[in-house]
T-cell receptor, first 118, second 114 residues
Framework: DARVTQTPRDKVTEMGQEVTMRCQPI?????VFWYRQTMMQGLELLAY????????DSGMPKDRFSAEMPDATLATLKIQPSEPRDSAVYFC????????????????FGPGTRLTVL | QQQVKQSPQSLIVQKGGISIINCAYE??????FPWYQQFPGKGPALLIA?????SEKKEGRFTISFNKSAKQFSLHIMDSQPGDSATYFC?????????????FGTGTRLTIIP
């Protein structure tokens, strides 16, 4: 049963600390998305990658957030320094672009990382 | 242009009844309209999706109705069950390569009461 995995599931940290969240996409998927979910803003896209290359990170605060894919099996989202307003659930999702010129339609979400910044 | 508006914010339906959630969009370039279901503590999971070349899609008790001219689509859950209690998100995207970001509605918290 292929699924997206995320670590850690819960993270509590103090303001100013660095936070790194990790995601393992479904094997064979070539598109990875990072979302943030809050009560106030709902689900927001932060960034996404195709074949490990960043396609869009316009939803991400660039001064403190960074997203990378060191290899096809790992995506990371880093916040440095973290702030209380970053408290949210961060979801990774992966999908497959079936053929050239087509985007990924179905996105498979991981269980999320619940981040609390004190 | 990228908004997807969803209503109602919350919905209570009796077991066996029909649950209806509505969404409206602005961007005519959208060509893919999925519904996601989310249980507490879990990530959203695709429930059913439709493309604008059909006006209705049915999978089991779940049906999407799509009105392209009105730029509206809705989710109908027939014979609603307590296990359907969850938050439902509509979404929209294009499937153009490099532009398939999902734009989500604000969610509907559905509660099915016995």
């Amino acid at each position: 049963d292929a699924r997206v995995t995320q670590t850690p599931r819960d993270k509590v940290t103090e303001m100013g600390q660095e936070v790194t969240m990790r995601c393992q996409p479904i094997l064979g998927h070539n598109t990875v998305f990072w979302y943030r979910q809050t009560m106030m803003q709902g689900l927001e896209l932060l960034a996404y990658f195709r074949n490990r290359a960043p396609l869009d990170d316009s939803g991400m605060p660039k001064d403190r957030f960074s997203a990378e894919m060191p290899d096809a099996t790992l995506a990371t989202l880093k916040i440095q320094p973290s702030e209380p307003r970053d408290s949210a659930v961060y979801f990774c999702a992966s999908g497959l672009s079936h053929f050239a010129g087509s985007g990924a339609d179905t996105q498979y979400f991981g269980p999320g990382t619940r981040l609390t910044v004190l | 242009q990228q908004q997807v508006k969803q209503s109602p914010q919350s919905l209570i339906v009796q077991k066996g009844g029909i649950s209806i959630i509505n969404c409206a969009y602005e961007n005519t370039a959208f060509d893919y309209f999925p519904w996601y279901q989310q249980f507490p503590g879990k990530g959203p999971a695709l429930l059913i999706a439709i493309r604008p070349d059909v006006s209705e899609k049915k999978e089991g008790r779940f049906t999407i109705s799509f009105n392209k001219s009105a730029k509206q689509f809705s989710l109908h859950i027939m014979d609603s069950q307590p296990g359907d209690s969850a938050t439902y998100f509509c979404a929209a995207s294009t499937t153009n390569f490099g532009n398939e970001k999902l734009t989500f509605g604000t969610g509907t918290r559905l509660t099915i009461i016995p």
